[in-house]
C-alpha cells in the first residue's frame, strides 16, 4: 500500500474489492484518529494517503462480532459505497453500540439489504453452476452479481473435493487442483465449452425428475430467474416440459393406484380462516411468509455453513396437519424443497393412498439444513445432534404459532425430539398420540426413509403397508 500526502482528506486504496483485513485496518486507524468519514475516499487499487495516528488518549475501539460476520458478508456486494457505509456504522458504533438493533436506521436498513442480496447471490451460485468436463479437468463459468467467488469457494471444495475443477466468472476465478485453492483474474464465457459427454446423461435425468404434477411456473421463475438460464444445460428442456406439463399431470394422476380423498377447499378454508393468526411475540416475522424470509439467513448452528441453502417448509399455511420430518436430503437441498427425494417419493405415493391431500397440509423438518459427510463426489447424511435439533426448535414453533394445526405428525426420533422436547422410543411408541402442553397433539410414527433402508423387499413391502396404516389413522385423527 503506497502512501501520499492529501491535503482535502484522506484517499485509502484497497488491494481488491474484497479487501476485508485491508479495510479493517485502514478503518480501525482512521476511526481511533477521529477522522470524520465523509473525509475518506476509499478506492480499489491505486495510491493511498497516509493513515493518521491515534489521538491521544483515544478509547478502546470495540464493536461486537456481528458487525464483523456483517461486514464480511457486505464487502462482497458491488455497490462502490460498501467501505464508506461499513466505515460509517463502524464510527457510529462507539456512540450507539447498539446501533444493529436499530431497524429504523437508514444506515442500517441498506447494510441488511446488502446482505440480504450477497446471501442469495451465493445460494444462486450453489444451486446454479454446471461443470462440464475437459481433459480430466472439469470448468464452469457463473456470472454473480457480487464479488462472491473467495467468500463462496470453500463450499465448492468441500462439496466436490474429489474433482479437479475450475469456476471461471467475469470477477474472478477459483481452481482446485485436489489440495490448494488458488485465484485468479476474471474470464470470458467462450473459455468453457458448450457441452460434454456427461451432458446426455444429465439432460436425462432432469427430465425424468422432473414433477409436472408440482409445477408451479411463477415460483419456479422466481427461484431460478431467466438470466440464469443461458448458463444452464437443462434450461433447453423447460419451454417443452412446461408446455407438456398439464397432459403429463393428467396421465401421470391417470396411473396412479387410487385416489385422493375428496375435499371441499372453500368450506375448510373458511374454517382455517377463523383460527387467530397472531405471531409469538418473541418473533420478528408477522407471517409465514416473512418467517420463511428470515430463515433463508439463518446462522443459529453451524449447518448453514456447507449446505446449499436453507430448506423451509412447504404447504397450506393454515393446514390442520403438519407432517414434520427430520432434515433435507441430497435433493432437498439442491432443491430447496422438502420431500422432493426418494423419501418424498414414498411419502406422497402413501399419503395419496390413504386419502390424505399433500396441498391441504405442511411439511417441513425438524432441522432445515442438510448435515452430511462427503465422500469423494457424494454426500453422505448425518443425523443432526441434539444441540441442532435444539437450535432449529426455534423455527419449527414458529411454523406451528402460525400455521395452528389439529395434529403434527413426527416422522422418526428427531422430529419427536423437535417436537416434544425429549427423546423418544418411536419404534416402541409408534401409532401413539402424545399431547404437549399447548395442547397441540403429536402422532408418532417412522420416517418414511426407514422404508428404503429394508433390504429384503418382502420385509420393505410389509413396513410400508405399516406406514399406510399409520397415515390412515392420521387422516381419523384430522377429523377428530
Known amino acids: 500500500m503506497q502512501h501520499a500526502l492529501s491535503l482535502t482528506g484522506y484517499q485509502i486504496a484497497l488491494s481488491g474489492p474484497v479487501d476485508f483485513d485491508g479495510w479493517r485496518k485502514a ?46 458478508t457486505i464487502i462482497c456486494h458491488i455497490d462502490p459505497e460498501r467501505f464508506a457505509l461499513l466505515h460509517r456504522a463502524l464510527t457510529w458504533l462507539q456512540q450507539t453500540p447498539e446501533l444493529l438493533s ?19 447471490d451465493i445460494h444462486k451460485m450453489r444451486a446454479f453452476v454446471r461443470f462440464r468436463e475437459v481433459d480430466g479437468h472439469f470448468l464452469a463459468w457463473f456470472e454473480p452479481a457480487h464479488f462472491i467467488v473467495e467468500r463462496n469457494a470453500p463450499f465448492f ?70 438470466k440464469y438460464w443461458r448458463n444452464l444445460p437443462e434450461a433447453s428442456l423447460i419451454p417443452d416440459l412446461i408446455a407438456g406439463a398439464e397432459s403429463a399431470a393428467t396421465e401421470m394422476i391417470k396411473n396412479m393406484p387410487t385416489q385422493p380423498a375428496p375435499h371441499h377447499r372453500s368450506v375448510r378454508a373458511q374454517h382455517w380462516g377463523t383460527r387467530d393468526k397472531t405471531p409469538d411475540p418473541e418473533s420478528e416475522a408477522t407471517s409465514l411468509a416473512e418467517l420463511r424470509e428470515q430463515a ?75 448435515k452430511f459427510e462427503p465422500r469423494g463426489k457424494r454426500r453422505i447424511h448425518q443425523k443432526p445432534n441434539a444441540g441442532e435439533v435444539t437450535a432449529c426448535r426455534w423455527w419449527l414453533d414458529h411454523e406451528l ?39 397441540l397433539r403429536v402422532f408418532l410414527t417412522i420416517h418414511p426413509s426407514f422404508i428404503l433402508r429394508i433390504p429384503d423387499p418382502a420385509e420393505q413391502r410389509a413396513e410400508r403397508a405399516r406406514f399406510l396404516e399409520d397415515m390412515r389413522e392420521v387422516k381419523s385423527l384430522m377429523a377428530r
Open 27 to 72: 478503518a480501525r486507524s482512521l476511526a481511533l484518529a477521529g477522522v470524520d468519514p465523509a473525509d475518506v475516499e476509499w478506492i480499489v487499487g491505486g495510491d493511498s494517503t497516509g493513515l493518521p495516528e491515534p489521538r491521544p488518549n483515544a478509547p478502546e475501539l470495540r464493536v461486537p462480532r456481528s458487525f464483523i460476520e456483517l461486514a464480511q
Open 102 to 120: 436499530i431497524a429504523s436506521d437508514r444506515d442500517v436498513v441498506r447494510m441488511r439489504e446488502m446482505e440480504k442480496a450477497v446471501r442469495r
Open 157 to 226: 471444495v468441500r462439496r466436490f473435493t474429489g474433482m479437479n475443477w475450475t469456476i471461471l466468472t467475469p470477477h474472478h476465478s477459483a481452481s482446485w487442483d485436489g489440495s490448494e485453492i488458488t485465484f485468479g483474474p476474471g474470464a470470458n464465457k467462450s473459455d468453457v465449452p458448450a457441452d460434454d459427454a456427461a451432458e446426455d446423461l444429465w439432460l436425462t435425468y432432469y427430465r425424468n425428475i422432473f414433477n409436472p404434477a408440482r409445477l408451479k411456473v411463477k415460483a419456479m421463475q422466481a427461484e431460478m430467474p431467466k
Open 296 to 370: 433463508m439467513s439463518c446462522h443459529r448452528c453451524p449447518l448453514w455453513r456447507d449446505a446449499t441453502q436453507t430448506v423451509f417448509g412447504e404447504g397450506l399455511p393454515s393446514a390442520a396437519v403438519v407432517f414434520v420430518g427430520e432434515q433435507p436430503g441430497d435433493q432437498e437441498d439442491l432443491a430447496g424443497k422438502p420431500f422432493v427425494g426418494p423419501a418424498g417419493k414414498i411419502f406422497d405415493d402413501v399419503l395419496a393412498e390413504a386419502g390424505i391431500d399433500r396441498d391441504l397440509a405442511y411439511v417441513t423438518n425438524a432441522v432445515k439444513h442438510f
Open 401 to 439: 404459532g402460525f400455521i395452528k394445526p389439529k395434529l403434527a405428525v413426527a416422522m422418526g426420533a428427531t422430529a419427536a425430539l423437535a417436537l416434544l422436547g425429549k427423546a423418544i422410543p418411536v419404534t416402541k411408541m409408534r401409532g401413539n398420540v402424545v399431547e404437549r402442553d399447548d395442547g
